[in-house]
């Protein structure tokens, strides 16, 4: 039986995200509807505003972090592969899969008292403050969205097949999301590096739909950081404050002190 993991602290990361240009995350199911023309976006069914799955922005920070440490695709999902440590040694030196987490390996002897639970949780998130306003001020053609046409052509019968995908424009924010870090062990903290890996590697990418014809770039900006220590829960703890990842990246040696401090890791 795996132990119950010591949970030693959170570390939460607010992050705005910024489109600069059109995001289409797709709503699952309404790639075919009315005519099979229109590729819509994914909304929140109580506001009907667009959202940002946190599993959309997680999936795609280990899958560009799996690509960087070309981590081989072992694992066999619906519909396709991807990376998942087989053995405690392979897991134990592995940054994506540490922070990640994979499924409870079935064999669990060998894997003794080994935390192979998910660290990095990246919740839901809306448009900021201010920008349903905006966007409905400005009168784009969508609801907070506009429609754009591509032409698709019918490989087989050489037809052209315009259709319409919706998308959020450029310049407009979403959050802050919230991510929290669970730290389990000491040697986690020093894995907040690769949470801000993924976040580079996703502004160097896109997120989304469509990125090879220049959808879904982004940049993460007003980064806040807390702490929740275990001796004292109730109390989050302001450790950093930075406006891009490159400020936070240029500081990255001494945040990790902080973090550390505000954990009672020191010593
Ligand atoms: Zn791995």
Redesign the pocket.
């Known amino acids: 039986m795996p132990r119950i993991a010591p949970l030693l602290g959170r570390v939460f990361i607010n992050v705005t995200i910024q489109t600069r240009t059109g995001l289409h995350i797709g709503a699952s199911g309404t790639d075919f509807n009315i005519g099979g023309r229109d590729k819509l976006v994914i909304r929140d069914p109580l506001t009907n505003q667009p959202y940002i799955p946190g599993s959309s922005l997680r999936g795609k920070m280990r899958s560009l972090l799996e690509k960087k440490e070309q981590?081989p695709q072992n694992h066999r999902i619906n519909k396709g592969h991807i990376?998942?440590?087989k053995t405690p040694d392979?897991?134990l030196v592995?940054p994506?899969?540490r922070v990640f987490g994979i499924p409870a390996p079935s064999s669990g002897d060998a894997w003794g008292d080994v935390i192979t639970l998910t660290r990095l949780v990246v919740r839901d998130t809306g448009l900021s403050e201010g920008e349903a306003e905006r966007l409905l001020a400005a009168h784009t053609d969508g609801l907070y969205t506009e429609f754009k046409t591509e032409v698709a052509i019918d490989r087989v019968t050489s037809v052209a097949n315009p259709r319409t995908i919706e998308r959020v424009p450029a310049g407009v924010r979403f959050g802050p999301v919230e991510m929290v870090f669970n730290v389990f062990e000491k040697e986690d903290v020093a894995n907040l590096r690769v949470v801000l890996e993924g976040l580079q590697l996703v502004e160097d990418d896109y997120l989304g739909g469509s990125g090879s014809r220049g959808y879904g770039r982004v940049t993460f900006q007003k980064i806040r950081i807390f702490v929740r220590n275990m001796k004292n829960y109730g109390k989050k703890d302001p450790v950093a404050k930075y406006e891009t990842l490159e400020e936070w990246d240029q500081d990255f040696e001494a945040f990790l002190q902080r973090v550390r401090e505000a954990l009672g890791l020191e010593g």
């Open positions: 981590l990376h998942v440590c392979d897991f592995c994506v899969c």
